[in-house]
T-cell receptor, first 112, second 115 residues
Framework: AQSVTQLGSHVSVSEGALVLLRCNYSSSVPPYLFWYVQYPNQGLQLLLKYTTGATLVKGINGFEAEFKKSETSFHLTKPSAHMSDAAEYFCAVSGTGNQFYFGTGTSLTVIP | EAGVVQSPRYKIIEKKQPVAFWCNPISGHNTLYWYRQNLGQGPELLIRYENEEAVDDSQLPKDRFSAERLKGVDSTLKIQPAELGDSAVYLC?????????????FGEGSRLTVL
């Protein structure tokens, strides 16, 4: 079985500051990990994904995430926050059976 | 390329009334998902189709929810009768092959309010 835990339902950062959104996963099989972003009244959009290979994954809009098996983590970072980054972010895991499990989300606020 | 299309975007009904949501996935995508997203929560799977076959409907409340995907293309999700607790956003997603490392493409969702 797979699951994800997102630490912190709300995160606030100043514009230009580092963004760090935390995600820990549980999986009985090698996981595939994803970060999705959801803007108000819109569907989810893929930011980045880890399947195999390089553990540091780069995505759209300057975001990246690092898969750390020893820590069962897949935290999302961005060096410098922009006002347009304000949104809801979801971590997700999949394994066998084409099932995707989403975390409860982290709402990111960017303070001017 | 057109994305996943859902309708209606918003629906307000009184409890015990029926409601239906429609989804047209990206052309060529074999796998279609219906998710429910409650306020402040992540999406939760209701049903997954591989072509026209429902391969995972374990989380679908079958006493009041039904879904179909005729001809393996567009899909309809129905609730009858609706209850207050059904208020949520219903998201449709599709993927190319249904593999576990593929990308899910989401529609904008259908927001249901049950009064």
């Amino acid at each position: 079985a797979q699951s994800v835990t997102q630490l912190g339902s709300h995160v606030s950062v100043s514009e230009g500051a580092l963004v760090l959104l935390r995600c820990n996963y549980s999986s009985s099989v090698p996981p595939y990990l994803f970060w999705y972003v959801q803007y108000p009244n819109q569907g989810l959009q893929l930011l980045l994904k880890y399947t195999t290979g390089a553990t540091l994954v780069k995505g759209i809009n300057g975001f990246e995430a690092e898969f750390k098996k020893s820590e069962t983590s897949f935290h999302l970072t961005k060096p410098s926050a922009h006002m347009s980054d304000a949104a809801e972010y979801f971590c997700a895991v999949s394994g066998t059976g084409n099932q995707f499990y989403f975390g409860t989300g982290t709402s990111l606020t960017v303070i001017p | 390329e057109a994305g996943v299309v859902q309708s209606p975007r918003y629906k307000i009904i009184e409890k015990k009334q029926p409601v239906a949501f429609w989804c047209n996935p990206i052309s060529g995508h074999n796998t279609l998902y219906w998710y429910r997203q409650n306020l402040g929560q992540g999406p939760e799977l209701l049903i997954r189709y591989e072509n026209e076959e429902a391969v995972d409907d374990s989380q679908l409340p079958k006493d009041r929810f039904s879904a179909e995907r005729l001809k393996g293309v567009d899909s309809t999700l129905k609730i009858q009768p609706a209850e207050l607790g059904d208020s949520a956003v219903y998201l449709c997603a599709s993927s190319l092959d249904g593999d576990s490392y593929g990308e899910l493409f989401f529609g904008e969702g259908s927001r249901l309010t049950v009064l």
